[in-house]
């Protein structure tokens, strides 16, 4: 069976988890409770060939082209929350970190931090998710690791994520290909995730239905990457949202970028709640978003591939890369005055990704 | 969502841009004053600025509450924390403020003081409810907006007999701040900046209506328009103070009727009357002591009033010296006349409380507008010393 076949398959009956049963010190340990963990817990959701070789190590074919590794821990706090959960977005974030580099991800991997006391069946709500998330995404989840730490020690669940991805020869993404004159170019709206964790935080529930936009944007990047192979950068803007990610390119160097504020996608109920809170939607973390630095000629061409995908529908190009006012990022505002765009300054709001 | 866009729409921006550009006398200077840090926001947020002629002019006025708090006042709290033990919860902002000696309450808190950030004054009795063993002291800051709902958890407080639950009182009154910097020397047009009239706060205003502003235009001659917070309302509030110069005209008007009204939310004052009373005199950071300017708690509340609970020692509260925040605050000097400005003083090192609230005007120039900003200093310096060439 290949690898592909198995992770479609959906996983089989199993025992059932009692809604009293908790993680313990001994299903850390290393022993039968640690197998029998694995056994009930992970191996049905995550079940795959490169698991079943039952090996400390999973053993990959070497791929053409060149290889990329990227890794990402995940401590969001709540562990659920609407769109997703911290199972799904392990997946999608770490994927989206290997297709940045244009990478076509091929496995993954999952550590788990877990904290005594946890609930059995909420580990396997997020272990389901996960499982389903890597189905859906065509990524086997090849080898994992499982730790217990004391109570009051960790916060519910921690994991850490590994991707590895394939880069095709002549694709050569990186900021060095910055130059003046590109097309900046978004994939849609801006600030869903981070508003949809914000808004179940207590003491700030406000009513919404907003929806994390957590999910895989490989598919689409492997589309885009056939499509213009000389696309110069990707980026997903997660933490510190799209003035973080802009920033960071231009800080230091001898560009700036220019954007429109009124071409940027905001949801209504995104931009309510970001004035509610005297937040700005450009500061605010996105789990299902990228931003595509191009020759300004591919970028008709390039939306217009991005828009046949479902996470690419609000596609559009947002600005330039310039030559004036080198190291800022700048915007034209809603109303038509201009002003930096600035890296949030003080503490980031707690844990969103 | 709708409601908000359409005060940011930039058709209507253009039209009105337009016509403020048809109609302001080139040959002249229109200085108006945002009261407002709110107001100081959302100019530089959206670039208003960009939007009116070179000729028009925005003084950012001390409306920012956590800017004019006295560095002394800042100093007791900490005292609070340090000698009298409690746990003190405040709004975020106040938290990275610095005081004297470099600290701030977020080293304090570093350092194992007990300092709680709290998103409103109900979080605060929450946790003298959770906490009865300890007394806990709420750091009230902020103009008449901030007020009822302190107000409202010290009533909520004696209902439910929370008798470890007091407040440390910083609340200020802006009709009183006018005045103060209309009195003020600088302000003296033989002087430095000269007053063509006031954007009145929009919040403020929504409590305290606006009839309190009225001895502006009666005792003072400056025209006054009441102005809405989003940026189309500010461009609209400028056109009605112009067309106010230009006629000669001098009134107080409200751009904000959708929200303000002449008398404002009695019910909020009656219960801020019932709680509190005014102080003789206050000590604003910038302003220095202004007559009528702030409140303390009533003593039938003394019970909630962590000013009479606990014994607060005299001190030297020192400001960083070159800081000119004082001057800032008066709307005489602009924050690239502070030579820290961007150098030793950002937001994440910040050496007084103007670049610490989003609301105060370095914090705002140094994140929508240092490009240009720092550009200026460069001039500027460039200016002196070829200046100084030439003299010598
Ligand atoms: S830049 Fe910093 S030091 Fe200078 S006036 Fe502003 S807050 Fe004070």
């Known amino acids: 069976m290949s690898v592909m076949e198995s992770i479609d398959r959906e996983p089989g009956r199993r025992p059932t988890i009692r809604p009293d049963e908790r993680v313990t010190m001994s299903h850390g340990g290393g022993g039968r409770a640690t197998a029998e963990l694995i056994r009930r817990i992970f191996a049905p959701h995550f079940a795959n060939p490169l698991l079943e070789q039952g090996h400390d190590v999973a053993r990959l074919e070497r791929p053409e082209g060149r290889i990329v590794v990227s890794t990402d821990g995940h401590v969001i706090s709540p562990l659920f929350f609407p769109g997703g959960d911290i199972g799904s977005l392990a997946v999608h974030g770490t994927l989206n970190d290997v297709a940045m580099g244009g990478a076509r991800p091929i496995a993954l991997t999952a550590g788990f931090v877990i904290e005594e006391g946890f609930a059995l069946a909420d580990l396997e709500r997020i272990a389901a998710s996960m499982g389903a998330a890597a189905r859906r995404a065509g990524v086997p989840i090849a080898t994992g690791d499982t730790k217990v730490v004391e109570r009051g020690k960790g916060d519910g669940v921690f994991i850490t994520t590994t991707g590895i991805g394939v880069v095709p020869d002549g694709v050569e993404i990186g900021p060095d290909r910055l130059a003046a004159g590109q097309a900046v170019l978004l994939s849609g709206t801006l600030g869903d995730h981070g508003v949809a964790i914000l808004s179940q935080r207590q003491g700030l529930e406000f009513g919404t239905t907003i929806r994390s936009d957590s999910a895989a944007l490989h598919r689409m990047v492997a589309d885009m990457v056939a499509a213009a192979p000389g696309l110069a950068l990707l980026r997903d803007p997660t933490r510190g949202g799209l003035s973080a990610t802009l920033n960071e390119l231009v800080e230091g160097t001898r560009l700036g970028i220019a954007i429109d504020e009124a071409a940027i996608p905001v949801r209504g109920e995104v931009a309510s709640a970001c004035e509610l809170l005297g937040l700005d939607p450009l500061h605010i973390a996105n789990e299902g978003k990228l931003v595509c630095i191009c020759d300004a000629r591919d970028a008709e061409p390039l939306l217009a591939v991005m828009r046949r995908h479902p996470e690419g529908r609000e596609a559009v190009r947002i600005g330039s890369v310039t030559a004036e006012q080198p190291g800022f990022v700048r915007m034209t505002t809603a109303i038509g005055g201009t002003r930096i765009v600035d890296w949030l300054s003080g503490e980031q709001l707690p844990r969103i990704c | ?392």
């Not at chain 2, 002394?72 to 709290?77: C, G, K, N, Q, S």
């Not at chain 2, 929450?126 to 750091?139: G, I, M, T, W």
């Not at chain 2, 000669?248 to 709680?275: C, D, F, H, P």
């Not at chain 2, 302003?287 to 009479?308: K, N, Q, T």
Request: with cysteine.
């Open chain 2, 1 to 392: 969502m709708k409601y908000v866009e359409e005060f940011r729409d930039r058709a209507l921006a253009e039209r009105l841009a337009a016509t403020i550009r048809a109609e302001v006398d080139p040959a002249r200077d229109y200085n108006f004053m945002e009261f407002c840090g709110g107001h100081t926001h959302a100019i530089f947020r959206y670039g208003v600025q960009d939007l009116v002629p070179a000729n028009v002019h925005f003084v950012h006025g001390p409306g920012c509450p956590v800017c004019i708090l006295p560095i002394r006042r800042l100093d007791d709290a900490i005292e609070l924390v340090e000698r009298h033990g409690v746990i003190l919860c405040s709004y975020g902002d106040m938290l990275r403020v610095p005081a004297s000696k470099r600290r701030s309450l977020m080293s304090v808190k570093a350092e194992g003081g007990d300092v709680r950030m709290v998103y409103s004054t109900l979080d605060a009795l929450d946790v003298a409810r959770k906490n009865p063993d300890r007394e806990v002291v709420f750091l009230g800051i902020g103009f008449e907006t901030t007020t009822p709902p302190t107000a409202l958890a010290i009533r909520q407080a004696e209902i439910e007999g929370l008798t470890n639950f007091s407040v440390f009182c910083n609340h200020v009154l802006t009709p009183a701040a006018i005045r103060h910097i209309l009195d003020a020397p600088e302000i003296d047009p033989a002087q430095a900046v000269r007053l063509d009239g006031f954007l009145g706060p929009s919040h403020v205003s929504a409590v305290i209506g606006s009839e309190p502003y009225e001895f502006l235009s009666e005792s003072y001659a400056k025209p006054v328009v009441i102005a809405g917070f989003e940026p189309l309302d500010v461009l609209h509030s400028v056109l009605m103070l112009i067309r106010q110069v230009n006629e000669g005209r001098v009134a107080v008007e409200n751009q904000y009727a959708r929200v303000v009204t002449r008398e404002g939310n009695t019910r909020a004052q009656a219960l801020v009357a019932e709680i509190f009373e005014r102080r003789a005199a206050f000590e604003w950071r910038g302003l220095g002591s202004v007559p009528d300017s702030a409140l303390s708690i009533r003593e039938s509340y003394g019970a909630f009033d962590a000013e009479r609970r606990f014994a607060l020692s005299a001190k030297t509260s020192r400001e960083v010296k070159s800081c000119e925040c004082p001057a800032i605050l008066r709307g005489v000097k602009k924050p690239k006349d502070c030579k820290l400005f961007g150098t030793v003083c950002t937001p994440d090192n910040p050496m007084g409380s103007c670049m610490v609230s989003s609301e105060g005007a370095c914090a705002a120039y140094w994140t929508y507008r240092r490009a240009e900003t720092l550009a200026e200093m460069a001039a500027d310096r460039a200016c002196v010393a070829a200046g100084l060439e030439d003299a010598a």
